[in-house]
T-cell receptor, first 116, second 112 residues
Framework: DTEVTQTPKHLVMGMTNKKSLKCEQH?????MYWYKQKAKKPPELMFV???????INESVPSRFSPECPNSSLLNLHLHALQPEDSALYLC???????????????FGEGSRLTVL | QQQVKQSPQSLIVQKGGISIINCAYE??????FPWYQQFPGKGPALLIA?????SEKKEGRFTISFNKSAKQFSLHIMDSQPGDSATYFC???????????FGAGTQVVVTP
């Protein structure tokens, strides 16, 4: 099993809604990531979890709240989002290596979020 | 500040031709240089990667050339096929936690 699975594939929400994005991997990877990608742009790092602990927060607004319940699951809780938050949200995982994580990112197909 | 500069922004190549994408970096601490391929509506997929102890790596029709002294690396797609039409991102990373810096991306179109 070499997949990172993200649900839902598409999400439309209003600015007052609360929703969550989910990500799952069963490759034994111990680092998991959330990226945001706008059209025709590279992925932008949001959060990194390493061994279920938040290790990097790229100054993301608090309306995005990550959670890593266990080594296979990663959630992104969304609340009071703005229309400019509409984007493709990508989850990725990375295998452990000799010097921590290898940096080899395995991406899911993403959740396309539209905020009205 | 963009730590990895990628060019060209877009590229049109005929079937059977060679596609060449170039990237340059500043941070000498980078020690991992992957290329990702992304099709519309899909997540990026790791295509090929190189570390600075080698100057070239080839996997099938895809080759990375790496010039450590010039701090540049490039992707060559030989015998380009219409199925190679995608956006390609170079990236650079270093340290333990896999925090990659991505280039801006190159949209490659291979015409039949």
């Amino acid at each position: 099993d070499t997949e990172v699975t993200q649900t839902p594939k598409h999400l439309v929400m209003g600015m007052t809604n609360k929703k969550s994005l989910k990500c799952e991997q069963h490759m034994g990877h111990r680092a998991m990531y959330w990226y945001k990608q706008k059209a025709k742009k590279p992925p932008e790092l949001m959060f990194v979890y390493s061994y279920e602990k938040l290790s990097i927060n790229e100054s993301v607004p608090s309306r995005f709240s990550p959670e890593c319940p266990n080594s296979s699951l990663l959630n992104l809780h969304l609340h009071a989002l703005q229309p400019e938050d509409s984007a493709l949200y990508l989850c990725a995982s990375s295998p452990p290596g000799l010097a921590g994580n290898t940096g080899e990112l395995f991406f899911g197909e993403g959740s396309r979020l539209t905020v009205l | 500040q963009q730590q990895v500069k990628q060019s060209p922004q877009s590229l049109i190549v005929q079937k059977g031709g060679i596609s060449i994408i170039n990237c340059a970096y500043e941070n000498t601490a980078f020690d991992y240089f992957p290329w990702y391929q992304q099709f519309p509506g899909k997540g990026p997929a790791l295509l090929i990667a190189i570390r600075p102890d080698v100057s070239e790596k080839k996997e099938g029709r895809f080759t990375i050339s790496f010039n450590k002294s010039a701090k540049q690396f490039s992707l060559h797609i030989m015998d380009s096929q219409p199925g190679d039409s995608a956006t390609y991102f170079c990236a650079a990373g270093g340290g333990s936690w896999g925090k990659l810096q991505f280039g801006a991306g190159t949209q490659v179109v291979v015409t039949p």
